[in-house]
């Protein structure tokens, strides 16, 4: 089974500029969105914090995050993006996938929308 990716549009929360637009890596081991910094500063997202994140080899990393409108599968969300390097593949992660009533199919691996948003 390959990789997921789904197409995402990334916004700043007043949607004044033009948004960022691509194929996302549905990660259901990140925590927050991760996309290119020049691709988010473009659409108008403002860096408002750091955090140290850990990579994939276990390595600790600070990188700069802020606040975006996520849109995907017709569900929009506001969540936590991380500004990565220039060249880095945009990540969707579990925060905007979960507050967007979306989850991955444990079998097919492919992101399905909730009849539901659970409050339990």
Known sequence: MGLTHVTVAV???????????????????????????????????KPEHKAVYELANGQP????????????????????????SNNAEPILGMVALESSGVVVDAVTKSPKRLHARPLK
């Open 11 to 45: 916004s700043d929360l007043g949607k004044q500029g033009s948004p960022y637009e691509a194929d996302f890596l549905v990660d259901t081991g990140a925590i927050d969105c991760l996309a290119p910094s020049d691709r988010l500063h473009a659409a108008g997202i």
């Open 61 to 84: 990393v600070e990188y700069e995050y802020g606040f975006a409108r996520i849109s995907f599968l017709g569900e929009e969300t506001v969540s936590p993006i991380t500004f990565g």
